[in-house]
């Protein structure tokens, strides 16, 4: 989906950086200390990342398209690093929290696995993650151009114990575009 969002970056950041993220964030930053270092992996429009520094905390963005890393970057005042969630090396950063806000909705069930172990290596001991995913019938839907994989939370959960992640809070929530989707969130602690 790279394509996409790199065509489409501008028209992308319009539509989702009004967008209040506090229902689905909230749970997830009572779990952090005050100045926590949140690496906000899948960026966006930079969104998230304002509404977390604007809260005290200390986010940093992660992103696959030049064009939205831009527009993070300048959106929110925070550094972004532009790269691919695949192939980066993350065990050379260090975080309190990961943000994983739709970050993973393109991926196959195969590659879910790989994508999470990478990312999790710039998580501190200890740290917390936020996970949302799209869920449906099992499987996938297009739109767009894009491809969405579908999950159910019995398919997720016991992915975070392969992690040793605890699952902390669990919501289901719809989208905030008013698409009608239905998104599972999760923020998950334990790694140790």
Not at 92 to 108: N, P, Q
Request: charged share 20%.
């Amino acid at each position: 989906m790279p394509g996409y969002y790199h065509k489409h970056s501008k028209a992308y950041f319009e539509k989702t950086v009004g967008l209040d993220p506090s229902g689905f964030l909230s749970p997830f930053v009572r779990c952090l200390s005050p100045g926590a270092r949140i690496l906000d992996v899948g960026c966006g429009s930079g969104r998230d990342l304002l509404w977390l520094k604007r809260k005290g905390f200390e986010p940093v963005g992660f992103e696959r398209s030049p064009g939205l890393a831009d527009l993070a970057k300048t959106h929110s005042g925070c550094p972004v690093i532009q790269g691919d969630f695949m192939s980066h090396d993350f065990s050379s950063l260090e975080f309190d929290a990961v943000l994983l806000s739709g970050a993973f909705v393109h991926l196959s069930r195969k590659e879910l696995v790989p994508a999470f172990q990478n990312v999790l290596k710039a998580l501190d001991p200890g740290g917390h993650v936020f996970l949302s995913m799209k869920t449906g019938q099992e499987g996938s839907s297009r739109e767009k151009g894009r491809t969405f994989t579908l999950w159910q939370d019995k398919d997720l959960r016991p992915l975070f114990k392969k992690f040793s992640l605890e699952v902390i809070h669990f919501s289901i929530n719809e989208s905030l575009m008013g698409t009608g989707e239905v998104w599972l969130g999760y923020v998950l602690g334990g790694k140790g």
